[in-house]
């Protein structure tokens, strides 16, 4: 009830800034919406809103699963394998030095406008912080584990199952934190670029229209959207990994 009543009280707070703003330097409403005509634009246009963020939302929890299997699985393969390792690691430092920006036209191109390239641009801007985040914490197992279950007689396979991934498991939970709050820049990218649903796409239509409300009532639901999913995977991993602490 506490973290309610501060969340309100914060929402509060930034609303009164927000209208504050707007009266100070008298911004015109298709510059600047009151936080008013935001609320009459959700308000209104609901139905429009939930069509257009299911289809965003469906994009970013389908780019969350699969960035994050890969991720994990690739994490392995490169841990096991160090002529993989060698090969793959500097080229994967390499994609997260070209922005999503530059390689979603590239992606639309190949894909189409449809789900599925959307798909491909989520799972790829999360795909890094899963990967290296697991392939650490595998490389980073505490010797005295291993040890422990080599002298019991595991094998390879039952050090991984047993020892080595459950070691790794609060790691794993970091990179999914991360991946979940950056998963909708790839989903709302790829819709910028080419699409006919979904809330980038909303919010690109809104701007080309000068309609302001519109647009910030999309970018409301979008954060509300990203910020939810963050907190529930939050409590849902601290359940989960209830050893970790954190």
Not at 143 to 168: D, H, N
Not at 172 to 181: E, H, L, N, Y
Request: proline share 5%; hydrophobic share 55%; with cysteine.
């Amino acid at each position: 009830m506490h973290k309610i009543l501060h969340s309100l009280f914060l929402i509060l707070i930034l609303g009164l800034i927000w209208e504050s703003t707007i009266l100070l330097f008298d911004l015109p409403p298709y510059i600047f919406p009151s936080p008013k005509q935001v609320i009459n634009a959700l308000i209104q246009y609901h139905s429009v809103l939930f069509e257009h963020g299911t289809q965003t939302l469906l994009e970013i929890l389908a780019g969350l699963f699969v960035g994050t299997i890969l991720g994990i699985v690739t994490a392995i393969f490169l841990f096991y394998n160090k002529v993989l390792s060698r090969l793959l690691l500097p080229i994967l430092l390499i994609s997260q030095a070209i922005p999503i920006f530059a390689i979603a036209p590239i992606l639309v191109l190949w894909f189409g406008f449809g789900f599925f390239s959307k798909l491909v641009m989520t799972t790829i801007i999360i795909f890094f912080p899963i990967t290296s985040n697991v392939f650490d914490a595998l490389k980073n197992t505490p010797q005295e584990m291993i040890f422990i279950a080599k002298s019991c007689g595991a094998t390879p396979l039952q050090i991984l199952t047993r020892v080595r991934l459950p070691a790794a498991l609060p790691a794993v939970g970091s990179g999914i934190r991360i991946a979940a709050t950056i998963a909708p820049i790839g989903a709302v990218v790829g819709e910028w670029v080419g699409a006919s649903h979904g809330l980038g796409y909303l919010m690109l239509i809104s701007n080309a229209r000068m309609q302001s409300d519109m647009l910030f009532a999309a970018l409301s639901v979008l954060i509300f959207m990203t910020l939810t999913l963050y907190f529930m995977i939050d409590k849902s991993l601290k359940k989960f990994i209830f050893w970790n602490g954190n």
